[in-house]
């Protein structure tokens, strides 16, 4: 089964929300920018940083836009105002979110879309609440006062690489409950998993040279359930010879 970051659309359940008034400004946020690129095309070598080709185009439209997050496949939405923001949560709420914002749009997103969204960022299998929304701002300190309600779901930063680094972490983590998930399904959607198994993969490889942490743990289970999903799937196409 090949290692392929590509996968249709329509089979597309995650992706990033980006909300922030200076996003389109050249000079912020560049270790977070960076992680993104618009490489369609997984076998191409070199992908175009996306804040450096096609962040007006980004900007300009409602909806998501197929990137590629430190080289997985993502949808993506930046936005620079609440309402299209809250928008775009309205006609995605049957995704996995998440959602970046400066403090001070957050200061009053947030509370808004965990009053009308709390499903998207709560695990339907156990219930427990997503710490998938980052929060970035210049002094921690002042976003205390209305953060602390909302501690279950945010984290917040005052340096982006702290931030990516952090989302890298969640995101693997996320694929491999997920591929966990979906191998228990009877019967197991292998595919649907290796994709997922995949993704893991290559985010935990980026997360370890971006905190010099070995993962692996990790790296082994990820790894181990991947062999085990080529073998069955090895399994099956000599059963059907």
Excluded at 9 to 19: E, G, R, T
Excluded at 139 to 159: G, K
Excluded at 220 to 232: C, G, Q
Aim: glycine share 4%; hydrophobic share 35%; net charge negative.
């Amino acid at each position: 089964m090949p290692n392929s970051g590509y996968v249709p659309d329509a089979n597309i359940n995650h992706m990033i929300i980006w909300l922030d008034a200076g996003i389109g400004d050249f000079d912020s946020n560049q270790h977070l920018k960076k992680a993104f690129s618009t490489q369609a095309d997984p076998t191409h070598e070199t992908p175009v940083g996306l804040f450096d080709k096609d962040a007006a185009e980004l900007l300009r439209v409602e909806g998501p836009l197929p990137i590629h997050f430190e080289g997985v496949y993502f949808l993506l939405a930046a936005f620079k105002n609440i309402e299209s923001c809250l928008n775009c949560f309205e006609h995605n709420q049957n995704k996995r979110i998440f959602f970046i914002t400066s403090g001070t749009l957050g200061r009053e997103a947030v509370p808004i879309i965990i009053e009308r969204y709390r499903h998207i960022f709560t695990d339907p299998v156990t219930n427990e609440p997503y710490m998938s929304i980052y929060v970035f701002c210049r002094d921690i300190s002042l976003q205390i006062d209305w953060a602390l309600e909302y501690r279950d779901y945010i984290h917040i930063f005052n340096f982006d690489a702290d931030l990516l680094s952090r989302m890298v972490r969640d995101i693997s983590d996320y694929f491999l409950t997920e591929s966990k998930r979906l191998l228990n399904k009877s019967p197991p959607n292998n595919a649907a998993a290796y994709h997922r198994l995949s993704w893991s993969n290559e985010l935990y490889k980026r997360y370890s040279k971006m905190e010099n942490n070995s993962m692996k743990k990790e790296l082994d289970e990820v790894n181990k359930l991947l062999e085990d999903v080529e073998n069955k799937v090895k399994s099956s196409s000599d059963e059907n010879d």
